[in-house]
């Protein structure tokens, strides 16, 4: 159902955007050039408008513990291939069930998981191409635009929401088809779709409100640690091939299957 009347904002300007992000973290422009490694000046001139080159966008995302993909959609610069994902998910929903499966996961077993993904080799994957291209959002719309580009950077494919559904509370539970409606500028950002985003996204509220230009609900629950911790899972796989990605699955499912058998034994079993 859409909203009658709605319209879609309009993504802020970099320097309203970034203004934002600083100053959900308290930070200011010395603070920011410092951890960024960039001239104060340059800082200062981003937040009077000035455009950001890749090497900034870049720095400043990890400054700012960001998924670098998603500052240079928020710039509104086309994003490296090498920060996208290297190729299509599995029908099977692969990318999915690693983050259900770690969800069930404690700290120890999830942090054994991104561990294991650092240790990959990426083979013979040409870092140079990926399957998403700008042309497979055109149909999105004003903010809509950039949650469509952020679900596409952690390789979240529409069909695959329901299956993540879990993650979140059920005060924040976002339906495959409210997310194609948000993406496509039908409806309004509400604070618990804000909320529901931000953990399958494994990014904070408050930064994916301020870039929507939406409202954050005051006295709803937290996301999970664990549920983001598990979504967060997802960036670190979308440069693998499938078959490095599948072992990830295969393990993922064996220590949450030793888990859920451990968590259930009785003491004399």
Request: proline fraction near 7%.
């Amino acid at each position: 159902m859409t909203d009658r009347g709605f319209v879609v904002p309009e993504p802020l300007p970099f320097a309203a955007a970034l203004t934002r992000l600083l100053a959900n973290r308290s930070l200011d422009v010395s603070d920011l050039a410092r951890s960024a490694g960039l001239r104060t000046d340059r800082v200062a001139a981003l937040l009077a408008g000035a455009t950001p080159d890749a090497w900034q966008l870049r720095h400043m995302a990890a400054a700012l513990h960001l998924h670098a993909a998603d500052l240079f959609a928020i710039a509104g610069r086309p994003v490296p291939a090498d920060l996208l994902p290297l190729e299509r998910p599995h029908p099977s929903r692969t990318f999915a069930d690693i983050a259900m499966d770690a969800h069930q996961l404690d700290d120890a077993g999830r942090d054994e998981v991104r561990a294991f993904i650092h240790a990959l080799p990426t083979g013979t994957a040409d870092l140079t191409r990926s399957w998403v291209t700008d042309r497979r959002h055109d149909r999105f719309r004003g903010v809509g635009g950039l949650v469509g580009r952020f679900l596409a950077h952690r390789n979240i494919l529409s069909n695959q929401v329901r299956c993540l559904a879990h993650l979140t509370h059920a005060d924040m539970y976002v339906s495959q088809s409210t997310i194609y409606m948000l993406t496509v500028g039908r409806v309004p950002y509400r604070p618990r779709y804000v909320l529901g985003l931000a953990t399958l996204l494994a990014m904070r509220a408050d930064d994916l409100a301020a870039v929507l230009r939406a409202p954050l609900p005051t006295g709803s629950p937290a996301p999970c640690r664990h549920a983001l911790d598990a979504a967060a899972l997802l960036p670190l796989l979308v440069r693998y091939p499938a078959a490095q990605v599948a072992k990830v699955a295969d393990l993922t499912r064996r220590l949450t299957e030793d888990h859920n058998r451990a968590a259930h034994r009785y003491p004399w079993a």
